[in-house]
């Protein structure tokens, strides 16, 4: 992997989650396990794409990527593979329409891994941006609810039962989907055109996993270059001050780490892999 990459950091968590998508987005969003930040796919695709491109989310949840892009004045496309989230990201980008968006956004459901078959051919070669983000397991984030006598009630934290769900098909499975996935929408995006993946480090039996140098090494087995590594911050900044936003989920998975005298720190922080399309010569 090339070691002279420009890297940067993005102030993308100086409002919570919470204020990024209310009034924003539809009520139900909120159910999704795992959810792209918008002001990091604002500031991805206002960075990497002019008014009038075409962006694509091939793991699109709740349709984060083509609300920012409908709002950017840019057209989107995603792919969902559960149909429960499929509705919601319609319902997203039907609402981001009602607020003046004046984006075109389409949600197809299907596998993400076989996106250059599932849209229409017609985008073939057109694609500026593609923006997504893995699901890093079966249990992630999701809602709590303090019940009184009863502690804290976990619910909306898993994805479905389905074992065909990338977030159940564990690591080797994951990268080889990755693999296949990259390698098909890079048919779809135009010369010199950009894919950015959200992801993070994992841990595994208390060692932690170099998830996000795994896909950069998988994005460039697909025929991609790889471009930049930034860092999108899930902290705010105050002055020379991190304001925390760690989930209830993420402080608890630090507790039970040091409870059993594992080491450990609240992620602050996501990388950005980037890679590009490089026109044949």
Not at 19 to 27: M, S, W
Not at 99 to 123: K, S
Not at 188 to 206: D, E, K, S, Y
Request: aromatic share 4%; proline share 6%; hydrophobic share 40%.
């Amino acid at each position: 992997m090339p070691t002279d990459l420009p890297l940067s950091v993005w102030r993308s968590a100086q409002r919570n989650a919470r204020a990024q998508r209310v009034g924003r987005y539809v009520e139900l969003s909120g159910t999704h396990p795992a959810r792209m930040l918008p002001a990091i796919a604002a500031r991805a695709i206002a960075t990497y794409t002019q008014p009038g491109d075409l962006v694509l989310d091939p793991l699109c949840g709740i349709g984060t990527t083509l609300v920012e892009a409908v709002h950017l004045g840019r057209d989107a496309i995603g792919v969902e593979y559960e149909q429960t989230w499929a509705d919601v990201a319609s319902g997203n980008v039907a609402h981001a329409r009602t607020q003046g968006a004046t984006g075109h956004g389409e949600i197809i459901c299907g596998d993400g891994r076989h996106t250059a078959g599932l849209v229409d051919p017609a985008v073939r070669g057109l694609v500026a941006l593609v923006l997504t983000s893995p699901p890093y397991g079966p249990s992630l984030h999701g809602q709590v609810k303090a019940v009184p006598g009863q502690g804290v009630r976990k619910s909306h934290d898993r994805y479905s039962t389905d074992p065909a769900n990338l977030a159940h098909v564990g690591l080797a499975g994951l990268l080889d989907a990755m693999r296949v996935m990259l390698t098909g929408v890079a048919i779809l995006l135009r010369p010199g055109g950009m894919v950015v993946m959200t992801v993070r480090p994992w841990w595994r039996n208390g060692r932690l996993i170099d998830l996000p140098g795994m896909l950069a090494r998988t994005g460039e087995a697909a025929g991609l270059v790889l471009y930049e590594r930034n860092v999108a911050l899930l902290c705010g900044l105050r002055d020379d001050q991190l304001v925390p936003r760690a989930s209830f989920f993420a402080l608890e998975q630090v507790r039970k780490a040091r409870a059993r005298g594992v080491p450990r720190l609240v992620t602050g922080h996501e990388d950005l892999i980037t890679w590009r399309k490089v026109p044949k010569q």
